[in-house]
């Protein structure tokens, strides 16, 4: 019997694993997997039955909830948070280690916050895995992609006078100064670059801000 793929990424997506809480979805892997194991330290799964040459390797971890949880099936399609980047593909990986087929599986947790936080570093410097190819089964739409995008985050901070919002005149308003600030940048377009015959694309965008202390007053930054 061939396996539900969008039953089994719906259970996935029904699994809450916002970055930093992977428990939950790494014990429905342990029990999903056949067999235990060569590696479980950190939120770091590694099977890899008969020495195989070939990894899969896929993050469990998701962005935070935005009204997606749960999922659904929808016109062939399975939506919810993390369907698509990337509890799709630790379904195809699932399925095929209990079809058989001679792979290394890796599941990881914390993929989706700053480097510093991965917990790959340490099982690469522990577990010292040898294989020839490595296949992270992130969705491309069967594109090959072989680069990954850095990135750079930085804090930008606007400061002002405080003043009472009926005379905000008297001070001045930092959210308007980093309205401003920020214009020139929201400007800038996407720029496509050229690394060694890779091409990426350099791109700056704001992710978040916050400010103001009271309704009455006009935040100091």
């Known amino acids: 019997m061939a396996p539900d793929l969008a039953k089994r990424t719906l259970e996935l997506v029904n699994i809450p694993s916002e970055s930093r809480n992977e428990t939950a979805i790494l014990d429905y892997v342990r029990g999903a997997m056949p067999g235990a194991p060569e590696y479980d330290e950190d939120t770091v799964l590694m099977y890899a039955p008969g020495a195989p040459r070939v990894l899969?390797?896929?993050?469990?971890?998701?962005?935070?909830?935005?009204?997606?949880?749960?999922?659904?099936?929808?016109?062939?399609?399975?939506?919810?948070?993390g369907a698509s980047d990337m509890k799709g593909g630790v379904a195809v990986m699932i399925e095929l280690a209990r079809a058989g087929a001679r792979f290394g599986y890796l599941f990881f947790g914390r993929e989706e916050l700053a480097g510093g936080e991965s917990p790959l570093p340490r099982f690469?410097?522990?577990?010292?895995?040898?294989?020839?190819?490595?296949?992270?089964?992130?969705?491309?739409?069967?594109?090959i992609q072989a680069g990954c995008l850095g990135n750079l985050n930085a804090t930008l901070r606007f400061r002002g006078e405080s003043?009472?919002?009926?005379?905000?005149?008297?001070?001045?308003?930092?959210i308007e100064v980093a309205v401003r600030g920020l214009d020139p940048l929201l400007a800038l377009?996407?720029?496509?670059?050229?690394?060694?015959?890779?091409?990426?694309?350099?791109?700056?965008?704001?992710?978040?801000?916050?400010?103001g202390i009271a309704a009455t007053s006009s935040p100091t930054s």
Do not use: C, K, M, Y
């Open 163 to 174: 003043a009472h919002s009926a005379r905000p005149w008297t001070g001045t308003n930092a």
């Open 56 to 81: 899969l390797a896929g993050h469990v971890d998701t962005v935070p909830t935005q009204s997606n949880l749960p999922g659904r099936s929808e016109d062939g399609w399975v939506v919810g948070l």
């Open 124 to 143: 690469f410097e522990r577990a010292g895995p040898d294989f020839d190819l490595v296949i992270v089964l992130e969705p491309t739409d069967n594109t």
């Open 189 to 211: 377009e996407p720029r496509p670059v050229d690394v060694e015959g890779l091409e990426f694309v350099e791109v700056l965008t704001v992710t978040g801000i916050e400010g």
